[in-house]
């Protein structure tokens, strides 16, 4: 792991937010930022803000829905669920990540023999 932590590319945050509310169902924000800490290796790390904008974000785009509930520790908090409408544009942004990473690794892959093509 490299000692610097990741800067995460605009919109990959609201995916991976998705993601891990589809995966492991209703969380409070706190434990949907661990668990993507902790799924990336810890090479991204998410401060309170950063999650809870793109909480706000989802939620008024109807993506995914709150209810207050009691956490682990006994402390009320705001858990966060996928809705329909979610699971359509996850669905949808995890097809144009695929696209982008495929063009991605194409292009930094590329060889000599994609040389000729360029010159004219």
């Known amino acids: ?3 610097e ?3 995460l590319l605009q919109g990959t945050l609201d995916l991976m937010v998705l993601q891990t509310l589809l995966v492991m169902g209703s969380l409070h924000g706190y434990g949907i930022a661990r668990r993507i800490e902790q799924v990336s290796g810890n090479e991204v ?3 309170q803000g950063t999650i809870y904008a793109s909480l706000v974000r989802l939620e ?3 993506w995914i829905s709150s209810r207050w509930g009691t956490s682990d520790n006994n402390r009320k908090a705001k858990f966060y669920s996928i809705t ?3 699971k359509r544009q996850l669905t949808a942004d995890a ?3 695929e696209r982008l990473k495929e063009v991605i690794e194409r292009v930094m892959t590329m060889d000599d023999s994609a040389k000729g ?3 004219a």
Request: a positive charge; zero cysteines.
């Open 95 to 97: 097809r144009y990540w």
């Open 84 to 86: 329909a409408a979610g």
């Open 60 to 62: 008024q785009r109807g």
């Open 117 to 119: 093509g360029a010159d």
């Open 5 to 7: 932590k990741l800067d």
């Open 45 to 47: 790390l998410l401060n």
């Open 1 to 3: 792991m490299s000692p």
